[in-house]
């Protein structure tokens, strides 16, 4: 582990106030007066105002960073409130970025919020970020998340950056030219993003909504490290969270040569009672990872579903279930379709929105989810098959016809 030296230069002594605030931070030896200043004088940009952005700002608000950046060009929508503690029930419908500024300034009034009611672009990228010192990063898709890697890697700016799904987290810095240590980026651990499809978002796989505070909370805590240059910062380590067996580990990252290839290797953490592994062990199968059969403890991932026919067409008589998200069947489904999303056909009461009379044939956009749906249907005693290639093998075939839902 490596030690780096402060990020920034300490601002002005703190004011009464701002000292009986930050009291039992003056208090670590570790931070003191001069941590608190350098804290009060950074400026950190978080990216994105969901479930990993909501604990980081709301944390590094009370902890007294200087100015705080948001950008998220997304909306509250009602399903965010499982995990994205930031926002209300009355801030349904509302930006986000404008929900987490008055969040943020509700908790603490000496910090300077500025919002980024925008989606980033290779465009807009450099200018915004060359105006902080940090970057977190909590974005939800993986072109803004490589994005943000490669500028801040011209600019010379860490990159906070964790990922979570289902029960799994990882985190890590990324710095490419740190003042000490070997530089390391996104692209070092993933050289190439994931093809499109390959990995579930979290509308599609789900996610703890208590884990996603765990994580937002340790960006938080790391980012205060790396401001007051105190403890051992996460670069050139990716921490591993198995929230299921309550389990972090440790992996090495290494800078990659050539084509800048790497290999991950757990972390000694005590002595083995016997040899070790003799291959390299994989990060397990999160957002910014291609799907892989196993979690990171070596368990099972979800089950697949057995017996659970596949047709090539819709059949008559049949009632068709489309399990995507509103914004998907927004964009087009297949006539007659009932639209019930994954997450509410996996509770009883979605699934007692579907007659047992007739089969059920579940469609998604090319075929996991209604998998997953017709996995949990067939476990119930519905008559259930999957249609292959989804809406995407339909929409293909029928480039001509309406595209219109039925009533739910």
């Known amino acids: 582990m ?40 950074a400026r950190v940009l978080v990216l994105g105002a969901g479930g990993l952005g909501a604990p980081a ?22 399903s965010n409130l499982q995990r994205q503690v930031i ?62 890697s490669d500028a801040a890697a011209e600019l010379g700016l860490p990159v906070l950056w964790a990922s979570v799904l289902g029960f799994d987290a990882q985190v890590s810095l990324f710095w490419s030219r740190p003042p000490a240590g070997d530089g390391v980026t996104l692209r070092d651990l993933f050289p190439h993003p994931p093809a499109p499809g390959a990995v579930p978002s979290c509308s599609q796989a789900g996610v703890v909504g208590a884990m996603v505070g765990q994580v937002g ?66 990060v397990p ?40 998200e509103p914004d998907e069947v927004a964009g087009g489904a297949i006539p007659g379709s009932v639209h019930i999303p994954l997450a509410r056909v996996l509770t009883t009461v ?7 009379r007739e089969p059920v044939v579940v469609y998604c956009r090319t075929g996991p989810r209604a998998e997953r749906a017709a996995a949990e249907l067939a476990a119930d005693g519905y008559d259930v098959s999957v249609l292959a290639g989804g809406w995407s093998a339909w929409s293909s075939a029928h480039p001509g016809e309406p595209a219109r839902a039925g009533a739910r």
Request: glycine residues 10%.
């Open 2 to 41: 490596i030690a780096l030296p402060p990020l920034v230069e300490p601002a002005a002594p703190l004011t009464e106030a701002e000292f009986a605030r930050y009291s039992r931070h003056v208090l670590l030896p570790q931070l003191g007066e001069p941590g608190q200043r350098r804290l009060k004088a």
């Open 57 to 78: 700002l709301q944390y590094l608000a009370a902890a007294g960073v200087g100015t705080l950046g948001i950008i998220d060009d997304d909306v509250v929508e009602e």
């Open 87 to 148: 926002h209300a029930t009355a801030d349904i419908g509302r930006a986000k970025v404008d929900s987490a500024a008055a969040a943020v300034t509700a908790l603490n009034p000496h910090v300077r919020v500025r919002t980024h009611g925008l989606r980033l672009t290779a465009e807009n990228a450099p200018g915004i970020l060359a105006d902080y010192d940090l970057v977190l990063d909590g974005a939800d898709n993986f072109p803004t998340r490589y994005l943000v």
């Open 217 to 282: 909370s340790l960006l938080a805590t790391e980012a205060v490290k790396l401001i007051a240059g105190i403890g051992h910062p996460l670069l050139g380590r990716v921490l591993v969270f198995d929230a299921l067996a309550a389990a972090w580990r440790e992996l090495p990252l290494r800078r990659r040569t050539g084509l800048r290839t790497t290999s991950l290797t757990p972390a000694p953490t005590a002595p083995a009672a016997g040899p070790g592994p003799s291959t390299p062990t994989a």
């Open 285 to 324: 199968t999160l957002p910014t990872l291609p799907a892989g059969p196993t979690g990171p403890t070596g368990q099972a991932g979800p089950p697949e579903p057995t017996g659970v026919p596949v047709v090539a067409e819709v059949p008559a008589g049949v009632t068709l279930l489309d399990v995507r």
């Open 350 to 356: 979605g699934r007692a929105e579907l007659s047992r």
